[in-house]
């Protein structure tokens, strides 16, 4: 293997590696708030002024089903809503003032959450900072997926999801120190920590440039020049990168006189690839990790389960332990379509075990101890399979004229099905309702299998390709499975065109002469 030059170092890009350190503070915030919600449900504190007494219960309190619907539903439905309108806000707003406006929602719904104790506000706080979150999500992923080159796209999204586990663990680590207060200390300190992560966000996007591509999708080329040259090595050829993303963004307008949220359902091209956005990222609902994520704590609890936030400190820990596993070995040698089958396979029989498990001895010491191992090693899958690989297979499928609104539309549907599972999960698990608890994996397991089945089927291999290059094998209507050997038509330094054209099929239909054309190929992992 040849050794790597000076500009292919990680060091060459530090800026890059910069910039996008800054933007993963937005998952960061996110996790924090899905984890530090989780827990405030199983608090005393907390359940004595939005809950009720119920002696029956392992907690001895609890909330009315709808309530615990609401509080933790209502965020994941604003942030369907923001993301949902990504496309069109985009077309007139930027990526880091997207971000601004996140950080103002973020405050200001945790001012209505901390300053009273009316429920309406607190759902109306819930609501807001689902906004915020669902702009922190889809707007921070645009960022790095246009930002940053391609033989590091994937490591900084597996960075993404790591911040987004990470600041999970750190909510309900803080739950766990508080939970013992006996006033409603116990869940304002949580929501006070909700500050800090804006505070820092809003300071350092002042920072770093805005997203190039971007800059010259809305007719600002020699500022996306900049911006390109800011994040790229000194001896990059940043002009002929910016020509060619230039050049790959009039060539989609060509095939559309103009920049269309219809244009995602009536090109077919562009509804293959919004239809495989969304499915991709709706992967991680059909896991069922949502309920786990959303209501650990309390899912545990109501299971008997000793010790239910310290329980759920471990349950984060081991999904960040494999997200570290991941960035180590799975980022560099393996496939996405491989690893989100091996995933969803393995999450699936998990839930299924738990399921039965807890069916035939619901209860016992030994049930316990069953449902914590199995439910450490579903999230080590989940976060080390699933989750990342979902949000990086649905940021690099849509069009470069059309990303904002596919991928807008895909974080959409995939906050909706978080929304859906996070609404109706407490009807299967809570004590007042069907009271089902862990028996709520079996169903999860057929939606595991069906998900499996349609990556196997369906879903094209991106690794290792500019969002150039799978521009290009859209455009050829390629079938998924021929997507990881195709050789693309590119721009290459010449003096890698010789070899280029060498390896290339002389029966190619679009075989030319090397003086005219230079072939680029596909990254091995």
């Not at 002024?49 to 029956?56: K, R, S, T, V």
């Not at 103002?104 to 609501?127: D, K, S």
């Not at 293959?272 to 709706?282: F, G, H, N």
């Not at 090693?377 to 849509?398: H, R, V």
Request: glycine share 8%.
């Amino acid at each position: 293997m040849a050794p790597k030059t000076e500009e292919e170092k990680w060091k060459a890009h530090w800026k890059c590696f910069v910039a996008c350190g800054i933007i993963v503070l937005c998952p960061f915030q996110y996790g924090v708030d899905f984890g530090l919600i989780g827990g405030l449900q199983a608090m005393r504190g907390f359940l004595e002024i939005y809950g009720h007494e119920a002696p029956e219960t392992p907690l001895g309190w609890n909330l009315d089903t709808l309530r615990q619907q609401l509080i933790s539903s209502l965020m994941t439905l604003g942030a369907f809503i923001s993301s949902g309108t990504a496309g069109v806000v985009a077309t007139y707003i930027s990526r880091r003032q997207c971000l601004w406006i996140a950080c103002l929602f973020c405050c200001i719904a945790n001012i209505m959450m901390m300053a009273t104790e009316n429920i309406g506000a607190l759902y109306a706080g819930r609501f807001l900072i689902g906004l915020a979150n669902g702009y922190f999500m889809t707007f921070s992923q645009l960022y790095i997926q246009e930002s940053s080159p391609a033989r590091y796209r994937g490591l900084f999204l597996t960075v993404f999801q790591f911040f987004t586990s990470f600041g999970t663990l750190i909510g309900t680590i803080i739950d766990w120190a508080t939970a013992g207060r006996p006033d409603k200390s116990a869940y304002l300190i949580p929501l006070g920590i909700i500050y800090i992560v804006p505070a820092i966000l809003t300071a350092s996007l002042f920072f770093i440039p805005e997203s190039p591509r971007w800059l010259i999708l809305t007719g600002r080329y020699d500022e996306g020049v900049r911006s390109l040259r800011w994040l790229r090595p000194v001896a990059a050829d940043v002009d002929g990168e910016a020509a060619e993303i230039k050049a790959a963004i009039d060539r989609e307008k060509e095939l559309g006189s103009s920049v269309s949220v219809l244009d995602m359902f009536t090109n077919p091209i562009d509804r293959r690839r919004t239809a495989l956005a969304v499915c991709s990222v709706t992967l991680q609902a059909a896991s069922g990790s949502m309920f786990i994520i959303a209501y650990k704590a309390y899912f545990l609890g109501m299971s008997n389960i000793p010790n239910p936030f310290g329980m759920s400190n471990v349950l984060s820990t081991m999904g960040i332990l494999a997200i570290f596993f991941n960035s180590l070995i799975v980022v560099r040698y393996g496939r996405r379509r491989v690893i989100l089958m091996i995933g969803l396979a393995l999450c699936g029989i998990f839930q299924l075990i738990i399921a039965i498990v807890y069916d035939k001895q619901p209860g016992t010491t030994s049930t316990g101890q069953v449902l914590v191992a199995f439910t450490c090693i579903y999230m080590m899958s989940y976060n080390g399979m699933i989750s990342t690989y979902a949000w990086l297979a649905g940021g690099e499928i849509p069009s470069q004229r059309l990303r904002s609104y596919t991928f807008g539309l895909a974080a959409a549907v995939g906050f909706f099905f978080a929304w859906l599972t996070t609404f109706t999960a407490p009807y299967f698990i809570n004590p007042e309702s069907l009271n089902w608890g862990p028996r709520y994996g079996y169903i999860w397991f057929p939606s595991c299998v069906v998900a499996t089945l349609w990556v196997f089927f369906f879903l094209p291999e991106t690794k290792g390709r500019t969002l150039e290059e799978i521009d290009e094998m859209f455009e050829a209507r390629l079938p998924a499975r021929k997507f990881r050997k195709h050789v693309c038509v590119g721009h290459l330094p010449a003096q890698d065109e010789n070899n280029a054209s060498a390896e290339r099929p002389a029966s190619s239909e679009n075989e030319k002469s090397t003086s005219d054309v230079k072939i680029q190929h596909d990254e091995k992992a």
